[in-house]
């Protein structure tokens, strides 16, 4: 590699480079570094000139070859296992495999288990910190099954999945930061999954390595096997020990014998390592001879495989004659840990192995953690043990072959679901993430357990407790998987309903409102083939609810006559006098009211609002705030709905965020926060509404969610850089969803339009203008499209343009920005002449006291036509005091006196004077 040198770049400059790797945009670039997007450019300019690129595509292609000072020496090295002894021989083969790590994206490990591939991958890959300065990531699949191979590697790496968004892009957007290594260790049991991952990750990831270990090749183009035979069991002189030997020396204790009968115990074992590891534990009470003499008379007894299989059979066999030599005890916790799937704690160990006792425990765990058949490890979940995978496969087998397998498996089932009870009384605690991760693998394999053989309540309150753990966890398609689950499990139908309710509070959270709709009529279908009018009725009015509220959530949204429907037959089952079912009911009315859908009726709403509020019901509260507000908001009245939003947000603290019964409501309370305040015109209040929603999205690691919200105040405030890193954020997030019509996101995405278009930057305009079209999808153009279309031909001195997309008297836009329509269009009748102005801007006075950022501009509108200083003042105060610095800006213009003043504040923004 060629070293730029301390002398080329500043450290500063270095960090840019370290940027550019990754493909970031000048705005993405700007916020990961807390810097404007003016100075990104100043350094990208800079850094063009001093390594001779011709443009920034050559600076990319260029970046790629270059060491940068100041970029990260080492990758980070996330989930690697503890080192529990010293590395013996494998130099050659350590050597191939850093070969093959700098110049394949797949490298395979191929050996029989036992023979020393993990440890050699986890060697290769500390060796290789330099030339993966992205990160590298161990993945032990020993535990895993088939269908969560994707979570293994995403809890590794910290990645968690999103709304609209799939586990799987989110695991590949963190692998394309940069040179980075996944180590997938044992992929021999899910061998399908992980070549599935490993094809994935060369084809989304371009300078992602993967080094897997196997028994057998992945099979996927590309992939350089890497063949590891036992070790040599002789030495290349009289005088050297081979590689085997001196493994054998350095585990055993007392290994003081004969040099040849260490060497015939090496050739006993064939060379393979965790046999001679094995062997070597019990050197200490038996000495090397009688060790050899024991080993030998096992090995007799037992019939040896095949030659194809002679390596593995000798482990196996060395595993079967260490077993032979534990006593009574030993062997029972032995074969009791092998229902185990991952690594397990004390405790755990004492509830499944020793009925409880926590002394014979640690005891016999000591005992066989000394004879090699047991590791002991310790991370962030805190010391725990585990079997390597072909002594577990081992242990397993004379679990299966004992009369304790029954009573052990399903004492495994009671300690999966008290263990997933406990950690969701952990949930709000730091770490607890760490704690899931280390035995998610094992409430899995309960679970499926649970699904093969008899359905009790355990299987049942597992399902739920691990729905809610993986929403937490942000495994949002496996949530739901294991609600369904506990569908299947439900031992009567109440039980089932009440899970399918859960499922569709998970699926609405992930805004997929026509899955939630599903789960909620099969609800429906199974109360009322249990007779169970009540719950029928109450389903019934939370699918309407769904629906009506949010029809930009489904792919084909349900007809508003259907749901007008589905209220009436709520109403004709709902038992007489039931406050929760009449709740139900007047929420899901209060939605489909005679305007149509996603307009409530108020009268309904208000109705609703104070049943909700004598039930007590948070969620129930919220979205009857929720529908008189919007109500409020659809008669004009921006302020008393803005209040009434502010009023959700008090509920925000009795609706726990890893709940999936609360996640969905959660998300919509933020998001009206902001838009109630941006429809009222309070700047300030939005953009506090929208980093408290940054912040809590930020802390379930879903920046991207909340990046859209921040656009549109920040816009709107002349905070062009900060709002345009975010839209960066906000489009790539948009993107990796599959770019989906996403009416809600589409204020956000006609902001970004505007902050270019208002620095005259029309190719940025156009571009964010079509993206915005895109996301429209279905959903009607509201104000704001016609708001930014005006507000920017305005500026730029376009002024037919203007005309053309503003407003006539009397007409009316969709959705919670019509006021910003309104003003701007008679501000264009002022610009352009119109004599019937002055009308217009009386007629619309009343908006004034509804909206603060339209006050102001009627306000310059009042002052442009009459030529009134008063009035332009009055308007700069107002900007002022929403915090409107580029409009404040385009209104000092207007007055002579302070002309300097507007056009330094503009060039502070970025923005041209403008030409009207």
């Known amino acids: 590699m060629e070293d730029l040198g301390p002398e080329v770049v500043s450290e500063r400059e270095a960090e840019v480079l370290d940027a550019l790797r990754g493909h970031l945009t000048n705005a993405e670039i700007g916020q990961k570094l807390h810097i404007s997007v003016r100075t990104v450019e100043s350094h990208v300019s800079s850094l063009l000139r001093k390594l001779g ?11 790629g070859e270059l060491t940068v000072p100041g970029s990260p020496a080492t990758g980070e ?7 529990w002894t010293t590395f013996v021989g494998r130099n050659a083969e350590l050597e191939e495999v850093s070969r093959a790590l700098a110049t394949c994206r797949l490298v395979t490990l191929i050996g029989p288990g036992g023979v020393g591939k993990t440890r050699l991958a986890v060697v290769a890959a500390r060796r290789g910190q330099t030339g993966f300065p992205a990160g590298r990531a161990f993945v032990d699949l020993i535990p895993v099954g088939d269908e969560f191979v994707l979570q293994a590697v995403a809890s590794a790496l910290g990645v968690v999945e999103q709304a609209q968004q799939p586990l799987e892009r989110a695991v590949h957007d963190r692998l394309r930061a940069g040179r980075f290594l996944v180590v997938l260790d044992n992929c021999e049991h899910v061998l399908q999954p992980a070549a599935d991952f490993a094809q994935s990750v060369m084809t989304s990831c371009p300078q992602t390595v993967v080094l897997a270990t196997s028994r057998e090749r992945l099979g996927v183009t590309g992939e350089q096997i890497v063949p590891l035979p036992p070790l040599e069991v002789v030495g290349r002189s009289h005088e050297e020990l081979s590689d085997a030997e001196r493994l054998f020396r350095d585990r055993a204790v007392g290994a003081d014998g004969d040099p040849r009968v260490v060497g015939d115990i090496c050739r006993r074992l064939d060379g393979m390592p965790l046999a001679i590891e094995l062997a070597a534990a019990r050197c200490a009470s038996l000495g090397v001879d009688a060790l050899l003499t024991g080993l030998d008379d096992h090995l007799r007894l037992l019939t040896r495989p095949s030659a194809a299989g002679a390596r593995h059979g000798s482990l196996r066999n060395v595993i079967d004659w260490s077993y032979q030599l534990l006593n009574e005890d030993e062997q029972r916790v032995f074969r009791r840990l092998g229902v185990f799937a991952g690594a397990f ?12 006792h926590m002394a014979f425990a640690a005891d016999l765990i000591g005992r066989l953690t000394d004879k090699s058949l047991l590791v002991h490890i310790r991370d962030a979940a805190g010391s725990r043990w585990r079997m390597f995978d072909t002594v577990r496969a081992y242990a397993r087998e004379r679990l299966e072959a004992s009369a304790e397998f029954g009573p052990t498996r399903h004492s495994h089932l009671l300690w999966a679901t008290a263990a997933a009870g406990g950690l969701e009384q952990l949930i709000d605690s730091d770490g607890w993430s760490d704690c899931f991760d280390a035995i998610a693998d094992d409430l899995r394999a309960a679970l499926a357990s649970a699904l093969s053989g008899s359905h009790d309540e355990a299987g049942f309150e597992l399902a739920l407790a691990l729905g809610h753990l993986c929403y937490a966890r942000r495994f949002l398609g496996e949530a739901r998987n294991h609600l369904r689950a506990a569908v299947t499990l439900a031992r009567n139908e109440q039980m089932a309903v009440a899970a399918l309710r859960t499922a569709a ?13 599903g789960f909620l009529s099969t609800a429906f279908e199974r109360a009322s083939a249990a007779g169970n009018s009540r719950a029928a009725a109450i389903v019934l009015a939370e699918a309407s609810a769904i629906a009506g509220r949010a029809p930009a959530t489904f792919v084909n949204p349900i007809p508003h006559e259907r749901l007008v429907a589905l209220v009436d037959q709520a109403r004709r089952l709902a038992p007489p006098d039931d406050l929760e079912v009449a709740t139900h009911i007047a929420v899901a009315a209060a939605w489909e009211g005679p305007l149509g ?39 004009g009245r921006l302020k008393e709905s803005a209040r009434l939003t502010t009023q959700r947000l008090a509920l925000l603290e009795e609706l726990p965020r890893h709940d999936p019964r609360f996640g969905g409501e959660v998300a919509d309370i933020f998001h009206m926060a902001t838009e109630s305040a941006l429809a009222a015109g309070e700047l300030e209040i939005a953009l506090g509404s929208a980093r408290r929603s940054y912040d809590d999205s930020t802390r379930q690691g879903l920046p991207q969610f909340a990046a859209c919200h921040l656009v549109v105040p920040l816009v709107l405030q002349g905070a062009f850089d900060e709002a345009l890193a975010h839209a960066a954020v906000m489009r790539e997030s948009w993107e990796r969803a599959g770019s989906p019509s996403a009416g809600w996101m589409a204020p ?3 902001a970004a339009a505007l902050a270019h278009g208002l620095r005259g930057e029309e190719a940025l305009y156009k571009y964010w203008w079509d993206l915005a079209l895109k996301v429209c999808g279905r959903v009607p153009t509201d104000g704001f499209r016609l708001f930014v279309e005006t507000r920017a031909a305005v500026h730029l001195g376009a002024v037919d343009r203007a005309r053309a997309a503003a407003l006539n008297e009397g007409q009316r836009t969709t959705g919670m920005y019509d006021a910003y329509a309104q003003a701007i269009s008679v501000e264009v009748a002022v610009i352009g002449g119109a004599p019937n102005a002055q009308e217009r801007l009386a007629r619309l006075a009343w908006l004034a006291d509804e909206n603060d950022f339209v006050a102001a501009q009627l306000l310059r509108a009042t002052g ?4 009134d200083e008063a009035s ?4 700069v105060h107002r900007w002022e005091a929403i915090g409107a610095r580029f409009e404040r800006a385009c209104t000092l213009l207007l007055l002579s006196a302070r002309v300097d003043e507007a056009a330094s504040e503009l060039a502070t923004l970025g923005c041209p004077l403008p030409a009207a």
């Open 505 to 517: 509070d998970a699926a609405f959270a992930e805004m997929r409102g026509d899955v939630a709709f």
């Open 597 to 635: 859908p996603t307009i409530p009726d108020l009268f309904v709403a208000q109705e609703a609002l104070a049943l909700t509020r004598r039930l007590g019901e948070p969620v129930l509260i919220s979205s009857a705030l929720d529908a008189t507000s919007v109500a409020l908001a659809e008669q």
């Open 748 to 750: 956000s995405f006609f």
């Open 345 to 356: 704690d004390l405790a755990s160990a004492a509830t499944l192995a020793t009925d409880g």
């Open 864 to 867: 442009r036509l009459n030529g």
């Open 53 to 63: 690129a011709a443009d920034r595509r050559d600076l990319v292609a260029r970046v």
């Open 77 to 83: 090295f996330v989930g690697l296992p503890g080192t």
């Open 872 to 875: 332009l003042k009055e308007a």
